[in-house]
């Protein structure tokens, strides 16, 4: 089993999924992208995820991010659950993402996402199920993210977009950003930036409150102001 840690090259597999064969450096191809797994189709939680991603995706979409989803079935089944995600939510714009056709696991074992944690989290033959994964891949293929939610516990969409803005917003300037932050709050002058480097990037606009702890207005904002 590969552990997959922040920075890595994120692993490339073949696979097929709900809308046909990938080769999953291919599909990145220099584009931000979150995969996430599931642990089994037609189960409770995995729907409302689904269906709660797929309203939210012009959210993702409008920050140039792709989503693909992973669960432990054949495309086939793929195909059938995804109706009923559909119909939770018949005003909405339908899943238009591929689900990862991972019966075998062998993606799962690649990405270190087995529920190795329940022994009861199974299929027929044994083989564990997976357990909530993300994992936020920048355009350069490299690991940003990586979370783990227990199988009854499901996801917080909204603070993976909070993520992206992040993770993009500091990869554009030199910033990082504090705790509880959200798109338009002051972010954190980056600690490398020193000297006359901190008027030249930020101006006047910087509160000072310990040397190492520095903030600015979101300079996204004075982008469009």
């Known amino acids: 089993m590969v552990n997959v840690r922040l920075g890595d090259i994120a692993p490339n597999f073949q696979s097929e999924t709900s809308k046909g064969p990938i080769d999953f450096h291919k599909f990145i ?58 119909a939770l939510s018949p005003n909405g714009p339908g899943l238009d993402f591929p689900i990862i056709a991972d019966e075998d696991r062998k993606v799962s074992e690649l990405y270190g996402m087995l529920d190795h944690l329940d022994a009861t989290n199974v299929d027929k033959k044994g083989i564990p199920f997976t357990v909530r994964t993300v994992f936020i891949i920048d355009p350069e293929k490299k690991v940003r993210l990586t979370l783990a939610y227990p199988a009854s ?5 909204p603070e993976i977009l909070r993520v992206i803005d992040s993770l993009q917003l500091g990869d554009k ?33 910087v509160k000072t409150v310990y040397p190492y702890l520095r903030f600015t207005s979101d300079p996204s904002k004075k982008q469009t102001a």
């Open 29 to 86: 191809e220099g584009k931000w992208t979150i995969l996430f797994s599931h642990p089994d189709d037609y189960t409770p939680v995995c729907t409302t995820e689904l269906s709660a991603v797929a309203l939210s995706y012009a959210d993702f979409q409008s920050r140039g991010v792709q989503l693909i989803g992973l669960s432990a079935n054949n495309t086939e089944s793929h195909k059938g659950w995804i109706k009923d995600i559909d």
């Open 153 to 157: 516990t499901g996801r917080n969409f």
């Open 173 to 205: 300037y030199k910033i990082t950003t504090p705790a509880n932050w959200k798109k338009g709050d002051d972010v954190i002058v980056h600690p490398s930036v020193q000297g006359e480097k901190v008027k030249e990037l930020f101006g006047d606009d």
